[in-house]
């Protein structure tokens, strides 16, 4: 009976397109980068792609904002952290032999960091939970972090060997989980909805780093709108994320069900990308999926 009521619930269906839209992000993503666009090619055009859904965002709202100058920084910030996290996953996902699934599950580790910037900056309590996600996540990572083409070894020497897109997800994981922090503190000022609409002009500041060195006509047609559709993907899946907690759905359930968008990439990835993952990659995705929801609560 409470299966019933909860498909009947307007907050899960929000929820659950909020996870296909950051799952179709990421193939989007990796599908753009196969096409031959470079990662800040992708990003430039992951911006724009943003915009629309900003705008409509604005347009329902009247255009009207809040004005907390408080508010408005920390909205902006958020963009940043954002941004640099998005343009660090690109980079992540164009290295040779960067494995989708296992990128995922490592940057869907972003709550780790914002509970422990919760413990020390907010004062926060961890609970028995988040401390046995912390110890999952932990556990996740040094698995992540060992070359899958190297041979075993104890070694200090091989242990320092890590992957070439384990470093840029490292940065993944911080700056998202520092995102985590300030949306909490925009929202004590302004609304979620004013707070993405603030985030999606922080993307705009990465715009002269990012502008590509050729025309944008150099690449193919299907490569640029991948690049797009990211944007927008992004964004909606925002969008769909605050209208489930405006529509009744309650943080502690949201959050950790709409973080699980690597269990479907995971699931999705051998078929669309034609991708596979090692038996000890396996393991660590089990150990991030479940760290994931645990650190949510």
């Not at 993503?29 to 800040?40: A, E, Q, R």
Request: with cysteine; hydrophobic share 55%.
């Amino acid at each position: 009976m409470a299966a019933v009521v909860i498909f009947k619930a307007r907050w899960f269906w929000y929820s659950v397109l909020c996870l296909l839209c950051f799952a179709a992000y990421l193939f989007v993503s990796k599908l753009g980068l196969k096409h031959g666009v470079p990662d800040p090619t992708m990003f430039y055009l992951f911006i724009w792609g943003s915009l629309p859904i900003a705008l409509a965002l604005l347009t329902l709202r009247g255009l009207q904002l809040e004005k907390s100058l408080k508010g408005i920084s920390c909205g902006i910030t958020v963009g940043i952290l954002g941004g640099a996290g998005q343009l660090a996953m690109l980079n992540a996902l164009a290295v040779p032999g960067g494995n989708t699934s296992v990128i995922s599950a490592i940057t869907g580790l972003y709550p780790m960091v914002t509970v422990v910037l919760a413990v020390l900056l907010l004062r926060e309590r961890l609970t028995g939970v988040q401390t046995a996600g912390l110890l999952l996540a932990g556990a996740a990572i040094v698995i992540f972090a060992r070359d899958p083409s190297a041979p075993f070894s104890m070694s200090l020497t091989s242990a320092l060997q890590v992957p070439e897109w384990f470093r840029p997800a490292t940065v993944v994981l911080g700056s998202w989980g520092a995102v985590g922090i300030f949306q909490k503190l925009a929202t004590n000022y302004i609304s979620a909805g004013s707070t993405m609409i603030w985030q999606t002009l922080g993307f705009f500041l990465f715009l002269p780093l990012v502008y590509p060195s050729q025309s944008l006509s150099a690449f193919v047609t299907l490569g640029l709108v991948y690049g797009l559709l990211g944007g927008a993907l992004t964004n909606l899946g925002s969008w769909f994320l605050f209208a489930a907690l405006k529509s009744g759905g309650k943080v502690s359930i949201v959050a950790p069900f709409t973080a699980l968008y690597p269990l479907v990439v995971v699931f999705l990835a051998p078929l669309i990308l034609k991708e596979s993952i090692t038996l000890m990659q396996g393991a660590g995705v089990l150990c991030a999926l479940v760290a994931i929801v645990l650190l949510s609560t």
